[in-house]
């Protein structure tokens, strides 16, 4: 299987905290994205890292990709309760389509 | 800018009823389309997708269907809903060539009873 796995499955944090989750993948990749679902709504796209960056920012979010490893992270720092979500790793494959990891629930406590 | 619109939201169906879920783009043309579905508390499952209009690709056999009767537009439907086909079903475009990832739409909720 093609499908990335993310780690931990499920997260709980206290809020403020900075919140970690870990992806691996199996194949060669051009870019990795990270994504935002919160319960019940459609995925929202965070960011995507190409294969010669090593790590990138956008607001809290920090993402790091170590392609001799085949694994990325996603920290968000200062986790505010809006961060409850599941989060998800994909990659494009040689056929057009993006293959999602699994998740991770994360659940920030007040 | 790109959006995708899908609907309806939620959907209560009974066993053995006909399914059709509509999904439209704005903003973009000749969109790869894609259906996925969702069971609770799982990863996303790719069904179909569809790079032009007449041209569908199935991930999976199973009881449903897909068609691109237009440039933008991608439906999903079922002539029969089992009880396994309960799940949230999410529609996305996307474009490798572009370097982007996936704009998803807001999904359906369907409940097989």
């Known amino acids: 299987s093609q499908q990335g796995e993310e780690d931990p499955q499920a997260l709980s944090i206290q809020e403020g905290e900075n919140a970690t989750m870990n992806c691996s993948y199996k194949?060669?990749?051009?870019?990795l994205q990270w994504y935002r679902q919160n319960s019940g709504r459609g995925l929202v796209h965070l960011i995507l890292?190409?294969?010669?960056?090593r790590e990138k920012h956008s607001g809290r979010l920090r993402v790091t990709l170590d392609t001799s490893k085949k694994s990325s992270s996603l920290l968000i720092t200062a986790s505010r309760a809006a961060d409850t979500a599941s989060y998800f790793c994909?990659?494009?494959?040689?056929?057009?389509?993006?293959?999602f990891g699994k998740g991770t629930r994360l659940h920030i406590l007040p | 800018s790109q959006t995708i619109h899908q609907w309806p939201a939620t959907l209560v169906q009974p066993v053995g009823s006909p399914l059709s879920l509509e999904c439209t783009v704005e903003?973009?043309?000749?969109?790869?389309l894609y259906w996925y579905r969702q069971a609770a508390g799982r990863g996303l499952q790719l069904l179909f997708y569809?790079?032009?209009?007449?041209?569908i690709s199935s991930e999976v056999p199973q009881n449903l269907s897909a068609s691109r009767p237009q440039d933008r537009q991608f439906i999903l439907s079922s002539k029969k809903l089992l009880l396994s086909d309960s799940g949230f079903y999410l529609c996305?475009?996307?474009?490798?060539?572009?370097?982007?990832?996936?704009?998803f739409g807001s999904g359906t909720r369907l409940t097989v009873v």
């Open positions: 194949t060669s990749i051009n870019n």
């Open positions: 994909a990659h494009w494959n040689r056929d057009d389509k993006i293959i």
């Open positions: 569809s790079v032009g209009i007449g041209q």
């Open positions: 996305a475009w996307g474009a490798k060539q572009l370097g982007y990832g996936y704009t």
């Open positions: 890292i190409r294969s010669n960056e």
């Open positions: 903003g973009t043309s000749n969109p790869n």
